[in-house]
């Protein structure tokens, strides 16, 4: 089915261009405080078809956003490799280290059957979505792999980067298997209705180029090319969070992906001269720009349309939604963007 958010994926600029948010659902908004007060836990919502929808369709209903992203995350996939994955409270996921390759699951029948959950959350937002665009996603390699290697989030990566330096050829290989089961994960959600999906490469800045094309470029590749040899009429966006310009072009010739998401650093400017029209563009609002509101927010977004509104673009921000956001200056953002 045809929607805005195709029709950019396709090359085709629309005026004013669709419109969606990373991280549009979540504790910023007092619905999803509400469930997750009653699911108990941020995991449980993930794995319950009926919640995962649920809040899923949250923010579309209150802001008629272009698209819905599926509520999930991109712990999923390590889940799916076998590994136990546990949410603390306010500090994000938590998994017990890997140090070989060789203990994690590379059943696929397992992973599918680890995974269901997402695509009957799919399914039943499908049946109720409308016009809106369904979007699934995966962390991308590198990411998974800085989770995998640290057993959480770190602000340097450490870890992953020093197993990277030190056996390049077992690391590779772990970029390997997650590669294998993250284009498994998006094949499945196209499957299972998504109109698109987007690979999250939140922690692939700060990378020497060397490693940038061999663990963020090249992995990105070989997933795009798995999931268009099943499904050659996937839409695809890629997101090389914090990449230096020479990343992003680099990663906008060589993924073979739609679109790329740019983070908040990149000028937008640049971008569409540089990237687009080639290929489709998404991003880069300031989430503090959100977060403040008023003037702040209403000139931030008039600069992002002022030298978008020839290009293939989806307005989003360039990283996700904070939680102590004001909805109604989502209200404020969608409108002013209608506007244009
Ligand atoms: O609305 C959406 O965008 C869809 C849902 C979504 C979530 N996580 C829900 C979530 C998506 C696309 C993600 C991706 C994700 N998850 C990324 C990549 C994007 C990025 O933000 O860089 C990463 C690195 C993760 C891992 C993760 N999950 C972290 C680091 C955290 C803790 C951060 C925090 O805000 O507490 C999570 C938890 C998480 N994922 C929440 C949500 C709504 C908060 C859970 C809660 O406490 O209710």
């Not at 980067?161 to 056996?167: E, Q």
């Amino acid at each position: 089915m045809g929607s805005k958010l195709t029709d950019v994926l396709n090359r085709k600029a629309q005026n004013p261009p669709p419109v969606w948010l990373m991280r549009q659902a979540g504790r910023y908004l007092p619905e999803y405080r509400a469930l997750r007060e009653n699911a108990g836990s941020f995991w449980k919502m993930c794995v319950t078809p009926q919640l995962a929808a649920e809040i899923t369709l949250q923010p579309v209903r209150r802001f008629g956003f272009d698209a819905a992203i599926i509520f999930s995350d991109i712990m999923l996939v390590p889940h799916a490799l076998g590994l136990d994955v546990a949410f603390e409270e306010g500090l994000g996921p938590k998994l017990s280290p890997v140090e070989d390759v060789r203990t994690l699951d590379r059943d696929r029948a397992a992973w599918g059957r680890r995974l269901l959950p997402v695509y009957e959350s799919l399914r039943l937002v499908r049946e109720k979505l409308g016009t809106a665009a369904l979007v699934g996603f995966a962390g991308a390699p590198w990411t998974l792999a800085t989770y995998l290697a640290e057993g959480r989030g770190s602000p340097d990566q450490q870890k992953a980067r020093l197993w990277m330096y030190r056996d390049p050829a077992g690391f590779s290989e772990l970029v390997g298997v997650v590669s294998e089961c993250v284009a498994f994960h998006l094949i499945e959600q196209l499957k299972a209705g998504a109109d698109a999906v987007q690979l999250f490469d939140s922690w692939a800045g700060g990378l020497p180029a060397e490693e940038f094309e061999r663990f963020v470029v090249a992995p990105t590749k070989s997933i795009v090319d798995k999931v268009r040899a099943e499904r050659p009429e996937a839409r695809i966006i890629g997101f090389p969070r914090g990449a230096t310009l020479q990343g992003y072009e680099q990663y906008a010739a060589m993924t073979g992906v739609d679109a790329v998401s740019l983070d908040t650093a990149v000028p937008i400017g640049w971008a569409a001269r540089t990237l687009g029209p080639k290929i489709a563009l998404q991003g880069n609002l300031d989430p503090l720009a959100l977060l403040v509101g008023g003037d702040a927010l209403a000139r931030a977004v008039d600069r992002i349309l002022a030298v978008t509104a020839n290009v293939p673009f989806i307005f989003n921000l360039g990283h996700g939604v904070l939680p102590n956001t004001p909805p109604e200056n989502v209200a404020a953002l969608v409108a002013r963007v209608r506007a244009a």
